[in-house]
C-alpha cells in the first residue's frame, strides 16, 4: 500500500492503538480482539479491522490478536522501533514540563536539545539537558541529522521560531504555541491547544448562571 493512499485519519489512530496494546502487556495480557480495543478506545471494532487492514493481516478469526506481534508491527509501521532525536524550542514553564515528562523515552522519542534566546535561561539546566542559544539552532539540527521538533514559545515568537526550524531542515513540528503556522507542504504540523480542546467541549455543557 502506497502510503499516500493511507488516510491521515488512519495514521493518527495507530499511535492509540499502539497505546493501548501497551497498557495491555503491561498488565500481563497477551491476546486481545478488534472488539475488546473498540470498547477501550470508543472505536467500532469495524473501523479497528478497517485501519489495520490497510497495512496487512494481524490477526486470526476467532483467535484475535497477539498483543505483543501487534505492538511490534504498529511499532515498525509508525517507525518508533528506533530512536528518534527530539529538538525543543523554548524554556519556559511550559518548557520545564515537557522535559520531565518520562513518557518520551520508551516511545521512541528523545529529547537532545533544548534552545532559548534568553540570555537569562541559557546555559542552565533542566531536567538532563543545558538550554542552548537558538543561535545555535542551525548548527546542532543539522549536525545530528534532528527532524523533529517542539515548540513551546509564545505565539508572537511561534512563526519565527517554526521558519529557522524549517531552514534547518525540520520537517515535522509539534507546536504548543495559540497560533496557526504558515509552513511548507513537506513539514508536518501538529498542535496541541489545551484552550481550544476546553472551548470545544464548553459548547456540550449545561450554562450554569451567568
Do not use: C
Amino acid at each position: 500500500m502506497n502510503p499516500l493512499e493511507i488516510p491521515e485519519i488512519v495514521i493518527k489512530r495507530l499511535p492509540l492503538y499502539l497505546r493501548t496494546l501497551k497498557l495491555m502487556a503491561d498488565q500481563g495480557q497477551t491476546v486481545t480482539s478488534s472488539q475488546e480495543l473498540g470498547d477501550k478506545l470508543r472505536i467500532s471494532s469495524t473501523q479497528i479491522r478497517k485501519d489495520l487492514s490497510y497495512f496487512g493481516e494481524f490477526g486470526k478469526q476467532g483467535t484475535g490478536y497477539d498483543i505483543g506481534y501487534l505492538r511490534d508491527q504498529l511499532r515498525k509501521i509508525l517507525q518508533v522501533n528506533r530512536r528518534w532525536d527530539v529538538v525543543l524550542l523554548g524554556a519556559g514553564d511550559l518548557g520545564h514540563a515537557i522535559l520531565r515528562y518520562s513518557g518520551f523515552e520508551d516511545r521512541g522519542l528523545s529529547i537532545t536539545a533544548v534552545f532559548d534566546k534568553d540570555e537569562q535561561k541559557i546555559g542552565r539546566p533542566i531536567a538532563k539537558l543545558k538550554v542552548l542559544d537558538i543561535a545555535t539552532l542551525h548548527e546542532v539540527i543539522q549536525e545530528h541529522r534532528i527532524q523533529i521538533a517542539i515548540i513551546a514559545v509564545p505565539a508572537s515568537e511561534a512563526q519565527e521560531v517554526a521558519d529557522a526550524l524549517v531552514n534547518a531542515g525540520i520537517r515535522a513540528i509539534l507546536s504548543y504555541a495559540p497560533i496557526t503556522l504558515s509552513l511548507p507542504a513537506h513539514v508536518r504540523i501538529h498542535y496541541i491547544d489545551p484552550v481550544i480542546g476546553l472551548q470545544s467541549m464548553t459548547y456540550h455543557l449545561n450554562p450554569g448562571p451567568l
